[in-house]
């Protein structure tokens, strides 16, 4: 762990009852949701992490408790530091707050995760789809979702696709 | 334009130093569209690099009349599909494809347009041919210019066979 990270990640384990550990050389912090906001102005303000280049999601499956884990990713460009959280949300209802009151550019970012995590961010000025065509149901990114995949229809099973395929006037 | 073969009469003998030709309808109409057939810029993702490459100064486009592509689909003949289609574009493709006069072509451009390519989603059209009529596919990942070009040429011959009872 770099050495100026120290007092910070010892002063997010006091206030914000964070765990702290090194993952694949990089410094994570597991933050409960609740204490997410707060975590996020005290970097920004007391110690320079001015920058907030990622948040993304992880689907761990119906079967893990909690489902979903946000992560969020801040830099700190006067100290070149580098600082992951990881923000645990249950599988029914997944909900956070927003960042976009503590980094403007977390806009975006949430709607693409409500868009295809289908995790609700509360307070977003402006929550609804990015990437999915605007009336689509349902959320692509969670391991529930089918692949949506188009059968190749090989010699061997000609047959069988052909029969799913249109015919007559429609047919090509 | 084949003079002699066709069996004409002797009247171009007669004619020729007056500096007329006689031909069929068909064909005069064929030439002019294959010899001035504006693309529309359809470029959608890296099949438009090739795309590009086609129409610049190496592999030269406008040689076979495509001067020049129109972003306007009131002004273009041709629409090249030149990328993959994702379901949230897919409405507006067929959108522009309705607002390009008569007569129309469409090339499907490489691999994602012809049948999706690598991408067999959700979020892909599995070729573009479950929006518009195609008339020519070109294969690829991408298609080298040469190919584009190839595609072009067949599509040609498919303008020039067209017979008058065929006209919309």
Not at chain 2, 83 to 101: E, T
Request: aromatic share 10%; with cysteine; glycine share 8%.
């Amino acid at each position: 762990m770099n050495k100026k990270l120290q007092p910070i990640v010892q002063a997010l384990e006091k206030e914000f009852g964070a765990e702290v550990s090194d993952v694949f050389g990089e410094t994570q912090a597991v933050i409960p949701v609740e204490n997410i906001v707060a975590t996020c102005e005290l970097l920004r303000d007391k110690f320079s992490f001015g920058l907030l280049s990622m948040i993304t999601a992880v689907d761990y499956g119906l079967q893990a408790e909690p489902r979903f884990h946000i992560i969020y990713q801040l830099n700190s460009i006067t100290d070149s530091l580098f600082l992951t959280l990881r923000v645990p949300v249950s599988g029914e209802n997944p909900s956070i707050p927003t960042m976009t009151g503590v980094y403007k550019n977390a806009n975006w970012r949430e709607r693409e995760i409500w868009d295809l995590f289908g995790i609700h961010v509360e307070g977003h000025p402006d929550l609804r789809r990015l990437l999915m065509p605007k009336d689509w149901e349902g959320y692509p990114l969670r391991k529930d979702y089918p692949l949506g995949y188009e059968e190749p229809q090989f010699s061997f099973n000609f047959d069988e696709i052909d029969l799913s395929k249109p015919k007559g006037e429609l047919a090509l | 334009m084949g003079v002699e073969e066709k069996g004409r009469t002797g009247l171009e003998k007669k004619m020729g130093e007056m500096g007329m030709v006689t031909t069929t309808l068909e064909e005069a109409v064929n030439w002019g569209r294959t010899r001035s057939m504006w693309p529309m810029l359809f470029g959608l993702a890296c099949c438009a690099i090739e795309m590009m490459a086609a129409q610049a100064a190496h592999y030269d486009m406008s040689r076979f009349g495509m001067e020049l592509m129109r972003p306007s689909p009131r002004q273009a003949d041709l629409m090249i599909v030149a990328g993959r289609v994702s379901r949230k574009m897919a409405p507006v493709l067929r959108h522009l494809y309705d607002q390009m006069a008569e007569p129309k072509w469409v090339i499907a451009m490489g691999d994602c347009a012809s049948c999706g390519g690598v991408f067999n989603n959700y979020a892909v059209v599995q070729g573009v041919d479950e929006i518009v009529p195609v008339d020519i596919y070109v294969a690829g990942c991408p298609p080298r210019p040469e190919a584009l070009i190839n595609g072009i040429m067949a599509l040609y011959d498919k303008v020039n066979n067209q017979k008058v009872a065929d006209w919309t």
